[in-house]
């Protein structure tokens, strides 16, 4: 079985609570009040910027040509086509481009931050694929479940069930695999681990942005 493999069974559970939670149930039916998908936006584009540093940080540790490039392509490729939809929205609904991020995006994206420079790049790339994988896996359901073009969301969803996108997480996934591949036992565990907590914070982002999550103090 490939690590990829191992790694999805593992969080399978937690993607199956994340098909359910009404932020998506109600993006894949076009009824998720407004407010919540701004409020969503506005903390996925403060993500989006760490992520990139995140990306760019594995590709400065990484030895290998190939994944430096990768990864490189990774943090400007993927992110600028998601970014050129946010400010599409932004302008839309009149939104400031400075976010405040939520305590969970704040704990996600020092998460994913603290992998990239302090783990392993094994454990660092997994702790990364959850946020190519899982969007694309809940992008492709909520496409399949699409009737017509009346959903006000569709340009959001439309980009996650995309091909470029497709293929960045397909890339992705290969380059963990095989660096799995070259890792000991205790270092695949640590990846696993890594992906697994990556998981669920991808639910607590979805949850934060339904609940509109604000700091309490």
Excluded at 31 to 58: C, N, V, W
Excluded at 157 to 171: L, N
Aim: net charge negative; charged share 20%; glycine share 4%.
């Amino acid at each position: 079985m490939k690590w990829s493999e191992q790694a999805w069974e593992l969080v399978k559970p937690i993607y199956d609570k994340i098909l359910a939670m009404p932020f998506n149930q109600e993006l894949s039916d076009g009824t998720l009040p407004k407010e919540k998908f701004i409020f969503y936006l506005a903390q996925d584009a403060y993500y989006l910027l760490e992520f990139g540093r995140t990306l760019s940080t594995i590709s400065g540790r990484v030895q290998d040509a190939e994944l430096v490039m990768a990864y490189a392509g990774f943090s400007t490729g993927a992110i600028f086509a998601e970014r050129s939809l946010h400010e599409s929205y932004f302008v839309e609904f009149g939104l400031d481009s400075q976010v405040k991020p939520s305590p969970s995006i704040l704990l996600y994206t020092n998460y994913i931050l603290n992998q990239a420079a302090y783990a392993s790049v094994e454990v660092a790339a997994a702790a990364v694929l959850p946020c190519f994988w899982i969007y694309k896996a809940v992008g492709d359901h909520i496409f399949a479940r699409q009737q017509g073009d009346q959903n006000i969301y569709k340009r959001w969803i439309d980009m996650y069930a995309g091909t470029e996108f497709a293929q960045a997480v397909a890339k992705a996934i290969e380059i963990t695999d095989n660096l799995a591949k070259g890792a000991n036992a205790a270092t695949r565990q640590k990846m696993l681990d890594a992906f697994e907590m990556a998981a669920r914070l991808e639910w607590m982002f979805w949850d934060s942005a339904y609940n509109l999550e604000a700091w309490e103090i």
